[in-house]
T-cell receptor
């Protein structure tokens, strides 16, 4: 069985400061991991993916995530938050992409 | 590439009525997935198709739910005898699964169902 735990339901940062959204996963197999973003009234958009290649993954809009097998973590970071980053972020685990298992989501608030 | 489309975007129905949603995937994608998202939760997997074959169904998909993908292109999700607990956002996604392809799923905007 696979599962994902997003450690914070809400994160608030000031514009221009770093973003850290935390995700721990559980998987019986070598997982593929994704981060998706959902803006209000918009569809889910893929930010980045890890599929057993490089452990540091770069995504769109300056986001990146590091796969740490020893810690079973896949935290999402961005050096400098922008107002447009305010959204809900989902950490996702899958095996072979047959079905995605989503975390409960982290709502990111960016203060001006 | 026009993306994944879903119709309708919103549906309000009375308890006990039947509803049907449609999903049109990205044209070259061979897999199509349905998920359900309730308020404050991440999406939960319901079912998926590879071409026209339904390969997996979640235990969340009760007997009142049925999904089809008759020609391996668009898909429909029908809910019979709707209940208030069916109120949710129903999401469709598609992907191309082949040798060397990366498995990412592309999502549509969703159909928001409200059962009164």
């Amino acid at each position: 069985a696979q599962s994902v735990t997003q450690l914070d339901s809400h994160v608030s940062v000031s514009e221009g400061t770093p973003v850290l959204l935390r995700c721990n996963y559980s998987s019986s197999y070598s997982p593929s991991l994704f981060w998706y973003v959902q803006h209000p009234n918009k569809g889910l958009q893929l930010l980045l993916k890890y599929t057993s290649a490089a452990t540091l993954v770069k995504g769109i809009n300056g986001f990146e995530a590091e796969f740490k097998k020893s810690e079973t973590s896949f935290h999402l970071t961005k050096p400098s938050a922008h107002m447009s980053d305010a959204a809900e972020y989902f950490c996702v685990v899958t095996r072979y992409g047959n079905k995605l298992v989503f975390g409960a989501g982290t709502i990111l608030r960016v203060k001006s | 590439d026009t993306g994944v489309s879903q119709d309708p975007r919103h549906k309000i129905t009375k308890r006990g009525q039947n509803v049907t949603f449609r999903c049109d995937p990205i044209s070259e994608h061979n897999r199509l997935y349905w998920y359900r998202q309730t308020l404050g939760q991440g999406p939960e997997f319901l079912t998926y198709f590879q071409n026209e074959a339904q390969l997996e169904k979640s235990r969340l998909l009760s007997d009142r739910f049925s999904a089809e993908r008759p020609k391996g292109s668009f898909s429909t999700l029908e809910i019979q005898r709707t209940e208030q607990g069916d109120s949710a956002m129903y999401l469709c996604a598609s992907s191309l699964v082949a040798m060397g392809s990366p498995y990412e799923q592309y999502f549509g905007p969703g159909t928001r169902l409200t059962v009164t």
